[in-house]
C-alpha cells in the first residue's frame, strides 16, 4: 500500500525559512516523479514542483521559483522541499503526491499546514 | 501557462441526481486532464486521468469526457458520499494547472 507522510510544518516568520520532508513507502520510489501540491486556506489546489524519478529535472510554479528548492533521496524513498524567503501568501497545506508514469498525482500524502505570520 | 475554467463553482443537488461539471482550458491539452475529489479537510482523491481512464477502484458511476479544450466530469447517481469539491487539472504542460473547483452540495 502506498504511504506518503509529510512533515516539517509549523509557524514561520516572513523572510524566514521551513524544510518539508514526505517519506514514501509501498512503491519502488526511484521510478517515480514526485510533487508538492499547496491549498491555501478556503482556496484551490495550486501545483509547486515536480521532481523527476532520477531528480535529474526539477520545475517549479513562477509563484516560487528561486525561493523554494525541491530534492530526493532515493537511498532514504524520501522527497524534500527547502523554502526560502517565505512569504504571507505562501501559508497553505503542502501534500506531497506521487506522480505515476501516465496518472499525474496518483496518490496523496494528508498534508502539512505551513503558516507563514509575525 | 494554461488557464483551466471550471463551471459551475458551485451546484446543489438531490441524492440520485446526474450531475456535470465542464472544465474548459484555455488552448488545447489533448487528453492530458485529470480529476480530482476532495472532501473538507482531507487529502485530495484521483478518480480519472486521460480524461476518461477511472483509477482502479472508482465507482463506475463517475465518467469523464472530452478532448482538446473541453472536458466533463459526471456523475450518473450521486449519492451522499460524493458530496464534495471536484478539481479538474492539466498535465499537458508545466505549469500543472488546476480549475478553480467545483463544490457539489446537498439540495
Known amino acids: 500500500e502506498v504511504h506518503l507522510l509529510e512533515s516539517g510544518g509549523g509557524l514561520v516568520q516572513p523572510g524566514g525559512s521551513l524544510r518539508l520532508s514526505c517519506a514514501a513507502s509501498?512503491?519502488?520510489?526511484?521510478?517515480?516523479?514526485m510533487s508538492w501540491v499547496r491549498q491555501a486556506p478556503g482556496k484551490g489546489l495550486e501545483w509547486v514542483s515536480t521532481?523527476?524519478?532520477?531528480?535529474?529535472?526539477?520545475y517549479y510554479a513562477d509563484s516560487v521559483k528561486g525561493r523554494f528548492t525541491i530534492s530526493r533521496d532515493n537511498s532514504k524513498n524520501t522527497v524534500s522541499m527547502q523554502m526560502n524567503s517565505l512569504r504571507a501568501e505562501d501559508t497553505a497545506v503542502y501534500y506531497c503526491?506521487?506522480?505515476?508514469?501516465?496518472?499525474?498525482?496518483?496518490?496523496w500524502g494528508q498534508g502539512t499546514l505551513v503558516t507563514v505570520s509575525s | 501557462d494554461i488557464q483551466m475554467t471550471q463551471s459551475p463553482s458551485s451546484l446543489s443537488a438531490s441524492v440520485g441526481d446526474r450531475v456535470t461539471i465542464t472544465c474548459r482550458a484555455s488552448q488545447a491539452i489533448s487528453h492530458y486532464l485529470a480529476w480530482f475529489q476532495q472532501k473538507p479537510g482531507k487529502a485530495p482523491k484521483s478518480l480519472i486521468y486521460a480524461a476518461s481512464t477511472l483509477l482502479s477502484g472508482v465507482p463506475s458511476k463517475f465518467s469523464g469526457s472530452g478532448f482538446g479544450t473541453d472536458f466533463t466530469l459526471t456523475i450518473s447517481s450521486l449519492q451522499s458520499e460524493d458530496f464534495a469539491t471536484y478539481y479538474c487539472?492539466?498535465?499537458?504542460?508545466?505549469?500543472?494547472?488546476f480549475g478553480q473547483g467545483t463544490k457539489v452540495e446537498i439540495k
Open positions: 487539472q492539466q498535465y499537458y504542460s508545466h505549469p500543472r494547472t
Open positions: 521532481i523527476s524519478d532520477s531528480g535529474g529535472s526539477t
Open positions: 503526491a506521487k506522480n505515476d508514469l501516465v496518472i499525474p498525482f496518483d496518490y
Open positions: 509501498g512503491f519502488t520510489f526511484n521510478k517515480y516523479a
